[in-house]
Structure formats: C-alpha cells, structure tokens
C-alpha cells in the first residue's frame, strides 16, 4: 500500500476517534464519578483535535506542493474514500520530494496508522462507531470505569507516541522543503555569478577598445554590440562586435567579430577539470569558457608557480612589411606598424613579461603549496581555437569555421592599432589577433563573416522607432516575446559597464534591417570611440557604479518602462495618463516616467496576465534583497522573477 494512501487512512481516523470521545463525553455527563474523570477525557478530545489540525495542515501542504487543483483539493481533505488517494503520480511526487528518507516516511506513517487503531480500541469502537451505547445507563457505567482504567495504562502512553509520530513526520517533510529551497537558492545565486563575470569581460574588452583606438582618424569608430541571451552549464561569455571603418576613396565596411577570452593552450587543459556549474543543453555557440575560467581572469590574482614561454615563430620578415597569404595563395602586402622585422622576437618579450600575469590564473586553479616552485616551459606556438558563434544576421554569411590558407600566427598578434588593422583586413582572414586591456587580459576578435558588406547596404531601426510608427508590421507577439527576454538578460550582463547609458531605453535599441525585413533576433547597442590621438579620454558618461544609491532600482524602472511599451506597443510619451504628472511650465521632470509607468502598469493584468508580476516587480522594484547589482543574491533573485519568466515565454512563443 502507498504512503499517500495510508496518509488518507490516518486522515480519516482522527474524525472518527474525535467523534466517538464526544459520544463517550455525552453519555458520561450524567454519571455522579464523571467529575474525577472529566477534566482527563476532556485533554484527551483536545490533544487528538490538536494532532488532527497538525496532520491536516501538512497533507494539505503537500498537496499544494504536489499542484493539486483547490477543486480537487477540497475533496482529498473532506473525502478519505477519494480515489485521488490512490494516485500513481502523487507517490512519485512524495518518492522524489523525501529520496532517501522515503523509507522513514512510509515506517513513521504505518506506525500512525497502527497508533489510531490502538485508540479505537481504547474506546472500544468497532469501525468507528459506539454499538453498545443504547442498552441503559448501567453500560455507560461500566465503560466508563473500564476506559479510566484503560486510560490509565495505555490512553497517555499511545498518545504521546502519536504526538511524536506526527511531530517527526511534520519535520520530515518541513527539512527537505527547506533543503529543496537551499538548493534551489544555491544554484541562482550561480546566475549572480555568471553576470557578474559577464560584466567584468564587458568592462574588459570596453578598456581594451578604448586604448586600441590610436589612429588619426577625428570621427569616432561606431562600434555596435550585440544583446543576446546567455544559457547556463557550459555558457560563454563570447561577445558579437561589428566596427564600421570609413575611406575617403571607398564606401564604408562593415566587419564583425566575435571577441572571446585567449587562453593559452595550458589553461585549457587545466580547464577540462573544473565543472563548478551544472551541465546544460546549452547551444555550441556558449560552450567555450564557463565561469571558472572567468573566475582565473578576472579575479584577483595568487602567486605565479608555473611559467610558459611561447617559441618564437621561425618566420620573420627583412622589413615593416606584413605578409598575408590569401585563399589561392598570392602573397597580399600590407605596411603598417603591425608588422616588423623584429615581430618573433618581440613576441617573445612580450610573453615573457606578461608571464606572471598569465601564470597566477593558473596558479588560483591549482592552489596553494608549501613552497614557491617555479617551472620553466617551452611550448609551441598555441593553435587557433575553433571560431565560436554567436548567432549572427542571416544576411551576414557568419562562417564557423577559420577561412583556409590564414596565417595561423595571427592569433598570437597584438592589434595595438585596431583601425589600421581593420582597414588591412582582408576576407579569408580568420582571426584579426587580440586586443590587450589595462589589466592584461586578451581579448581575441575571430572573423563571423566570410565577405565584407558595405555599410551603407545595412540600415537599423531603433526599438523607438518600431514602437512609435504604426505603419510598421512584423512586430508581433512572438517577438515582443523574444525582444523582451533578450533585453531583460542584457540588462544584468551589461548596466553596470561603459555598454549601456544610465537611462537605457527604446532609443538605445536597434536592429538590423534590410529592405523590409527586420531581424529582431539580434538587437544591439551603439558605441562610439576617438582617437586617443586626437580626442581627450573621459569618463564615459553611460558607466555607472555598482555601489550608487540608487543604480539598480532606476535601471529595473527603466527596464520596466520598456517591457511596458513593448508589451502594449505604445510608448510612454504618448499616455494619457502622463499629462497628470508634467511640471508647471507643462515638461516632464525626473519622476513623470516613473509615475506615468506606475500607473499605467495597474492595467498589465488585463492586457497580458503573464506580464503583470515582471512589470510590477521592475517598475517597485519588489525583490527581497536589497536593490545592489553588486549583491550576487539580488542579481540572482532579479533573474529568476524577471529574466527567467520572460525567457521562458518567448520560449512557448517561439514553438506557437
């Protein structure tokens, strides 16, 4: 017999033993020796009412667990006969929700079962009824002096069993609820973890094109970011960036890249070890660095132990002249500062005084030692890494594999001026080299297209645009949907980085479109960069503090507001509503959005049940940790009521 039936059994039981002890009470009130035996009976009906309450809030409770409908769950807790008890999937339920103490469950729950049957036989019941009670007063009489005495030997014994019976069962139950919670909080608090090493690579790779940018040029370098969603297990950190460069002579280009983390070829052996995060179905894009490689990068760093210096490459060139060798062979020129005559060797320099940069990744990897040791390697140049993908435009010809006939040695080449470098560029190119940032971390820009477009063939349309202009169709729910979740995630992985301004909104979305057709898959940000030549560096205005007072309740309100206009498709200057809260002179203030958006999101319910709790939580920014995206558990909780839900909404959506 299964634990959930048995569990209805002793359901049933507690009423009929309450039952019958109000019967027994009735009949012995009229007896002149009921008074000394009264206040002890009248205990016993308490303490069995007392345990039934306990007992019925926890089957109920677990009925709840178990998403029992409230219809169906009236007639478990009323009807001990209900074939519900008798369910296959609710023992699974119980089987997966004890594990191990499935066992203990079942022995503590018979042995309830046997302890009632116990206390009907006190009572002298017989299928829970009193057969005797109408043959005179001189019955009530003798069983009341037979109860007492039964009382007296076995009633306060099998009762307090009983009490600890159900108190243990209770706390059986109530230990792996909080373990189950336990657990399931350690695994989001990863997702904390996650984003906060994607908002250090961020950070990273900003500073690194920040100081490659050393050319004459006096435009800023459009730069263009790509929002996309990230998958736990073995997820990357891998960004999409497009450059678009500009010549007198010829129309504008447009490259993009994916910019990854280099590692040497020893830390990825090294890394084949760790698994701090659970495996996933995670796409093969997002399966090249997982968080403890991040970790080795961008944590702080341990005392070096192991020392690899990189050969120096057997080809040199006589002159400034960099050779490249195209796809059918010819020998391409391009002069620059890139390329010298002393190029292995300063290769080789220059590894050995990042040496101690790069060994103390290593060396958080394999811990402490007793002594400092120091071991000297010689290794071959490191092979290129497979180009990993993120998803690209259909209409850009991503390529997943490096273009044959490339100059492996690239990969190993520091851009130090990335413009010149793009406009050197050429398409059977796999990799560009790697840019390096103020900390010393790589940054590797694998080639995503095969051909270079031109620019001007490209448009973009801002997300502003799509929300505002009626005569635009494509915009549909599946792609609400789809928007929404990419931009919700984006927010953790990139507010508190140079990436996004301090009032992301509408305006700072775009997409890429190509006659009519508009690929919502992929939205991104704008960046630009100068020269650090002919402009100043500054500040950039879109950076903000993690530890700034209020930094992540007014990025989630702008959030908020956004998912708003997307969910209606309406934006938010054009409410009604908003009039209410324009200053005196008619203009809106700092507080008109947030007002505006506070009351406009009481209407979500209606609109789109499934957004209301999101909104709400952005726009009052309702989460139980204290609003600080430098606070993993906030970051975590953020995801799981926000990010979470969308992504799986666009999921249903996306198979519809």
């Known amino acids: 017999?299964?634990?959930?039936?048995?569990?209805?059994?002793?359901?049933?039981?507690?009423?009929?033993?309450?039952?019958?002890?109000?019967?027994?009470?009735?009949?012995?009130?009229?007896?002149?020796?009921?008074?000394?035996?009264?206040?002890?009976?009248?205990?016993?009906?308490?303490?069995?009412?007392?345990?039934?309450?306990?007992?019925?809030?926890?089957?109920?409770?677990?009925?709840?667990?178990?998403?029992?409908?409230?219809?169906?769950?009236?007639?478990?807790?009323?009807?001990?006969?209900?074939?519900?008890?008798?369910?296959?999937?609710?023992?699974?339920?119980?089987?997966?929700?004890?594990?191990?103490?499935?066992?203990?469950?079942?022995?503590?729950?018979?042995?309830?079962?046997?302890?009632?049957?116990?206390?009907?036989?006190?009572?002298?019941?017989?299928?829970?009824?009193?057969?005797?009670?109408?043959?005179?007063?001189?019955?009530?009489?003798?069983?009341?002096?037979?109860?007492?005495?039964?009382?007296?030997?076995?009633?306060?014994?099998?009762?307090?069993?009983?009490?600890?019976?159900?108190?243990k069962l209770r706390e059986l139950l109530e230990s792996n609820e909080k373990l189950e919670s336990m657990r399931a909080t350690r695994k989001d608090t990863s997702w904390g973890s996650i984003f906060e090493c994607i908002r250090r690579h961020a950070n990273s790779l900003h500073s690194a094109l920040k100081r490659s940018w050393i050319c004459e040029c006096t435009v800023p370098h459009d730069t263009e970011l790509q929002l996309q969603n990230r998958s736990a297990g073995g997820w990357a950190s891998n960004f999409?960036?497009?450059?678009?460069?500009?010549?007198?002579?010829?129309?504008?280009?447009?490259?993009?890249?994916?910019?990854?983390?280099?590692?040497e070829k020893g830390l990825d052996e090294l890394s084949k070890v760790?698994?701090?995060?659970?495996?996933?179905?995670?796409?093969?894009?997002?399966?090249?660095?997982?968080?403890?490689?991040?970790?080795?990068?961008?944590?702080?760093k341990s005392t070096p132990q192991v020392s690899?210096?990189?050969?120096?490459?057997?080809?040199?060139?006589?002159?400034?002249?960099m050779l490249i060798t195209s796809h059918n062979g010819h020998t391409n020129k391009c002069t620059g500062k890139e390329g010298s005559e002393n190029l292995p060797y300063r290769m080789l320099e220059k590894d050995?005084?990042?040496?101690?940069?790069?060994?103390?990744?290593?060396?958080?990897?394999?811990?402490?030692?007793?002594?400092?040791?120091?071991?000297?390697?010689?290794?071959?140049?490191?092979?290129?890494l497979p180009t990993q993908m993120v998803s690209a435009p259909p209409f850009l010809s991503p390529s997943s594999e490096p273009a044959s006939g490339v100059d492996i040695q690239r990969s190993d080449l520091e851009i130090k001026d990335l413009c010149s470098r793009l406009r050197c560029l050429r398409t059977n190119s796999a990799c560009l080299g790697y840019l390096v940032d103020d900390e010393q971390q790589f940054h590797e820009l694998v080639t995503?297209?095969?051909?270079?477009?031109?620019?001007?063939?490209?448009?973009?349309?801002?997300?502003?645009?799509?929300?505002?202009?009626?005569?635009?169709?494509?915009?549909?729910?599946?792609?609400?949907?789809?928007?929404?979740s990419i931009l919700a995630s984006s927010l953790l992985q990139l507010q508190t980085t140079p990436w996004l301004p301090e009032t992301?909104?509408?305006?700072?979305?775009?997409?890429?479109?190509?006659?009519?057709?508009?690929?919502?898959?992929?939205?991104?940000?704008?960046?630009?960069?100068?020269?650090?030549?002919?402009?100043?560096?500054?500040?950039?205005?879109?950076?903000?503090?993690?530890?700034?007072?209020?930094?992540?309740?007014?990025?989630?309100?702008?959030?908020?507001?956004?998912?708003?206009?997307?969910c209606y498709g309406q934006a938010i200057e054009d409410q009604a509503i908003r009039k209410r809260y324009l200053g005196p002179d008619g203009k809106p203030h700092e507080y008109t959005n947030f007002m505006t958006a506070r009351d406009w999101a009481e209407s979500v319910g209606e609109q789109e049940p499934e957004w209301e709790n999101i909104i709400r939580c952005c726009i009052s920014c309702m989460f139980e940790e204290k609003a600080d995206w430098g606070n993993r558990k906030f970051t975590a909780t953020v995801y799981e009521s926000v990010v979470e839900p969308l992504e799986k909404m666009a999921m249903k959506w996306s198979k519809s």
């Open 1 to 167: 017999m299964a634990g959930v039936e048995i569990a209805g059994f002793v359901l049933a039981a507690f009423p009929l033993l309450i039952s019958a002890a109000e019967d027994y009470r009735e009949g012995f009130e009229p007896l002149l020796k009921w008074k000394r035996f009264r206040t002890e009976f009248i205990g016993f009906i308490d303490a069995v009412d007392i345990e039934k309450q306990l007992y019925d809030q926890m089957l109920e409770r677990f009925l709840l667990s178990a998403d029992v409908p409230h219809e169906e769950l009236q007639r478990f807790m009323t009807n001990p006969d209900y074939e519900g008890w008798q369910r296959k999937d609710l023992v699974d339920v119980l089987q997966r929700r004890l594990g191990a103490s499935y066992a203990v469950y079942m022995s503590t729950i018979k042995s309830m079962n046997k302890l009632m049957d116990e206390l009907q036989e006190v009572l002298s019941l017989k299928n829970g009824k009193i057969d005797w009670a109408d043959d005179g007063a001189s019955r009530w009489d003798y069983q009341m002096k037979r109860i007492r005495l039964s009382f007296s030997k076995r009633g306060p014994r099998t009762l307090t069993t009983l009490e600890t019976r159900n108190r």
């Open 240 to 263: 999409n960036v497009a450059f678009e460069t500009h010549k007198d002579t010829e129309p504008s280009r447009r490259q993009e890249f994916i910019i990854r983390l280099k590692a």
């Open 274 to 300: 760790n698994h701090l995060l659970p495996v996933s179905n995670a796409s093969p894009e997002t399966q090249h660095l997982d968080v403890s490689k991040l970790r080795r990068n961008f944590e702080s």
């Open 308 to 321: 690899i210096l990189h050969r120096p490459s057997l080809a040199t060139t006589s002159s400034d002249t």
């Open 352 to 384: 050995a005084s990042h040496s101690e940069k790069h060994n103390s990744r290593i060396s958080h990897f394999l811990g402490k030692t007793k002594r400092r040791k120091t071991v000297r390697m010689d290794l071959s140049p490191p092979s290129m």
């Open 448 to 484: 995503v297209v095969k051909g270079i477009k031109e620019a001007n063939n490209n448009t973009y349309i801002s997300l502003e645009t799509l929300i505002r202009d009626t005569q635009i169709t494509g915009f549909n729910r599946r792609e609400r949907h789809k928007t929404a």
């Open 504 to 566: 992301f909104g509408k305006e700072n979305i775009f997409f890429y479109k190509q006659d009519a057709t508009i690929f919502f898959d992929h939205p991104f940000v704008r960046h630009s960069f100068t020269s650090t030549k002919t402009c100043q560096i500054s500040t950039c205005a879109g950076q903000t503090s993690p530890g700034a007072r209020f930094a992540a309740r007014n990025s989630l309100n702008n959030l908020g507001i956004v998912l708003l206009e997307i």
